[in-house]
């Protein structure tokens, strides 16, 4: 029986690698030309605080950037409004003045510049006092239409220090 359970594997093995399947021709290395230059990882911060960055060999595609403040960015692609409610996607209901003050309520700011000013950290509640001051602050790259491009990002947490 272990025979015919090895003779199978085999047969799959082999099977599979004469169907031409294979990973060549893949990217697999991380953009890492965006930085977040401030505040420093693992840093306290007391609001409001800048949040700044570069981004080395810019291409034109990266024509904007969103500022994610305890929010996880969207795929790939996928247009930053997205993370809004389903009513404030259409812009006739919502014009882009609407869905950018939508968006920053939410804790995400948009800017085509290299720095934001964070006004504001979310108080969660239900939480240790420790998660409740930890946050992760995102930058990632948007095209003209608004869409995030490729897997540019950088993240840091910082811990909101309260006066």
């Given at each position: 029986?272990?025979r015919?359970?090895?003779?199978l594997?085999?047969?799959?093995?082999v099977?599979v690698?004469?169907?031409?399947?294979?990973?060549?021709?893949?990217?697999?290395?991380a953009d890492?030309?965006?930085?977040?230059t401030?505040?420093?990882?693992?840093?306290?911060?007391?609001?409001?605080?800048?949040?700044?960055w570069?981004?080395?060999?810019?291409?034109?595609?990266?024509d904007?950037?969103a500022?994610?403040?305890?929010?996880?960015?969207?795929?790939?692609?996928?247009?930053?409004?997205?993370?809004?409610?389903?009513?404030?996607?259409?812009?006739?209901?919502?014009?882009?003045?609407?869905?950018?003050a939508?968006?920053a309520?939410?804790?995400v700011?948009?800017?085509?510049?290299?720095?934001?000013?964070?006004?504001a950290?979310?108080?969660?509640t239900?939480?240790?006092?420790?998660?409740?001051?930890?946050?992760?602050?995102?930058?990632i790259?948007?095209?003209?239409?608004?869409r995030?491009?490729?897997?540019?990002?950088?993240?840091v947490?910082?811990?909101?220090?309260?006066?």
């Amino acid at each position: 029986m272990r025979r015919d359970v090895m003779a199978l594997v085999l047969g799959v093995s082999v099977s599979v690698g004469l169907t031409g399947c294979s990973a060549s021709g893949l990217d697999f290395r991380a953009d890492d030309r965006l930085t977040i230059t401030l505040p420093a990882d693992r840093t306290g911060v007391t609001v409001p605080f800048p949040v700044t960055w570069t981004l080395s060999d810019p291409r034109p595609s990266e024509d904007s950037f969103a500022v994610l403040v305890d929010v996880s960015p969207p795929r790939p692609g996928t247009p930053i409004t997205d993370l809004l409610p389903e009513d404030q996607r259409n812009l006739e209901a919502c014009d882009v003045a609407c869905q950018t003050a939508a968006l920053a309520t939410r804790g995400v700011l948009l800017t085509s510049g290299n720095e934001v000013l964070i006004p504001a950290l979310p108080r969660p509640t239900g939480v240790s006092e420790e998660q409740a001051r930890r946050h992760r602050i995102t930058v990632i790259a948007l095209d003209e239409e608004g869409r995030r491009v490729g897997e540019l990002a950088d993240s840091v947490d910082v811990d909101e220090v309260f006066r």
